[in-house]
């Protein structure tokens, strides 16, 4: 009687967790415009990058949500056009 309530009780907390952690997985994607230190070209990237590695530019502190987001915000960055 006890283990039936434990496995009904463990089915329901996974059933209940995993749509909430899957939501969690496709919001926590972040982008960022980079620029490296070396070649100078402009990149959009999911990570933050190293400092030694590459550069953030745009506006400070903004991390974009969506890629075509990132894509877009990177045609405006005055370095990534110029170079």
Not at 38 to 58: N, R, Y
Request: glycine letters at 4%; hydrophobic letters at 40%; proline letters at 4%.
């Amino acid at each position: 009687m006890t283990l039936k309530r434990i496995v009904r009780s463990i089915a329901v907390i996974t059933a209940l967790t995993l749509p909430a952690l899957g939501v969690l997985a496709q919001t926590a994607t972040s982008y960022y415009i980079v620029q490296d230190v070396k070649t100078k070209k402009c990149t959009i990237v999911d990570k933050k990058p190293a400092a030694s590695e590459a550069t953030l530019v745009g506006p400070d502190g903004v991390v974009y949500k969506t890629r075509t987001e990132a894509e877009n915000a990177m045609k405006t960055v005055k370095v990534c056009t110029t170079s």
